[in-house]
């Protein structure tokens, strides 16, 4: 059962071109180090959880003021319902951004068409790191699927994330990072930003440097990736 929503009332930042809320979800099926959400990943939860209806009437209120709706997390999809939710969302007449982590590519395959109108996905390093990333091992075909379902259900309509964290994420991996990626979906890298993080011992980890991030866009881009800074 779904604890409750966080909810960020306007954000100009997180939904390209739009006006819009960020709500999310609590729970998640990884345990990233470093994520930044450390009260939406499991129990106890923040304190300031809100309802769905009381979601939902928020944003029926906000209607000329908001263009678009983020659901993120936590994982989203961590939820067999969510498609429910994204319902009523859609019901009211906004536009609705997805994040995910790619670890649930059935249940995006699942969602009906045009109930998501935009979708980002977190795809947090190399294959053959992931697990350091996420905090546990994660199959690299289901992140696969999703790259796929991507390039064929959302082609102009999508992105994918590197957040890019020092001491996790590594030059000498963006050969094998490029490659899994692969053509068609453009790829915005991020700088991760030191802070409150699930595990304690990432809390100090420094942010990396523009230049570093410059790099990063740099390299990818000479392996044929369309990779951009955020």
Known sequence: MNPGYGLVKTTLLDYPGLVSAVVFTAGCNLRCPWCQNPGLVHAPWVSDLWSEDAVLSFLAQRLKVLQGVVVTGGEPLFHPDLPLFLERIKALGYRIKLDTNGTYPDRLAALAPGLVDYVAFDLKNAPSEYSRS??????????????????????????????????????????????????????????????????????????PTIDEIDSVVSELQNRGIDARKR
């Open 134 to 207: 996420a905090g546990l091992p994660v199959n690299p075909q289901k992140l696969g699927r999703t790259l796929d379902w991507l390039r064929e259900a959302h082609p102009y309509s999508s992105e994918v994330r590197l957040t890019w964290v020092p001491g996790l994420n590594d030059m000498s991996h963006l050969d094998e990072y490029a490659a899994f990626v692969g053509p068609g979906l453009p790829v915005w890298v991020q700088a991760y930003r030191p802070g409150p993080v699930l595990d304690p011992a990432f809390a100090s980890v420094r942010g």
